[in-house]
């Protein structure tokens, strides 16, 4: 996707080169736990900067969005809902409950912060379970996600099925894929 955007907006802007450029880029989230794990660093880039103290308090985030939501008993309309469970005819959605999202976040932020006391308790959990992702390596991924990551995120197995499809030969940044939960 990152090569087509960047011919149509050269072409825009008659100019040429990445369209992500310096500090942004495009990275393919393989699976479930690639993407859960890089929303929840995304969304608490502010606490680990030391910007907000809580998830609720993180201007200008999707978690925030969703607390306020969730007070209401509602999910933000703009955002991709979380459903529950998967199952049959299943909707257009993340196949966790808000509810456990919101306490791993929220757990999570507590963790990755020097200054706070945290831990993963063991009904936050639930989501990582259902990944099969230690709560040592969810805490590292989460923490260090730019740093490890620069290529596509996920298992092993959607790793190889990424290059595969794309007739990759060279398996770059498949080293990253330890970190990553193994089916």
């Known amino acids: 996707m990152n090569e087509p955007i960047a011919r149509q907006a050269n072409i825009e802007d008659s100019c040429t080169g990445h369209f992500w450029e310096g500090r942004f880029k495009s990275q393919a989230l393989l699976d479930e736990a690639a993407v859960l794990a890089c929303m929840a660093y995304v969304e608490l880039n502010p606490i680990r900067a030391k910007m907000a103290n809580t998830p609720e308090k993180s201007n200008f985030t999707s978690i925030k969005l969703r607390i306020e939501a969730a007070l209401k008993g509602e999910q933000p309309k703009s955002l991709l809902p979380f459903i529950g469970n998967e199952?049959?005819?299943?909707?257009?959605?993340?196949?966790?409950?808000?509810?456990?999202?919101?306490?791993?976040?929220?757990?999570?932020?507590?963790?990755?912060?020097?200054?706070?006391?945290?831990?993963?308790?063991?009904?936050?959990?639930?989501?990582?379970?259902?990944?099969?992702?230690?709560?040592?390596?969810?805490?590292?991924?989460?923490?260090?996600?730019?740093?490890?990551?620069?290529?596509?995120v996920g298992t092993l197995q959607e790793f190889s099925r990424y290059c595969e499809n794309l007739n990759k030969r060279r398996r770059h940044f498949s080293s990253s894929c330890e970190y990553m939960p193994s089916h």
């Open 87 to 152: 199952r049959v005819n299943q909707p257009k959605g993340i196949a966790f409950s808000i509810k456990d999202y919101l306490q791993l976040v929220d757990e999570t932020g507590r963790v990755i912060r020097d200054d706070k006391r945290g831990a993963i308790s063991s009904s936050a959990e639930t989501i990582l379970n259902r990944l099969n992702i230690p709560s040592t390596n969810w805490v590292k991924i989460v923490r260090e996600f730019g740093q490890l990551f620069h290529g596509p």
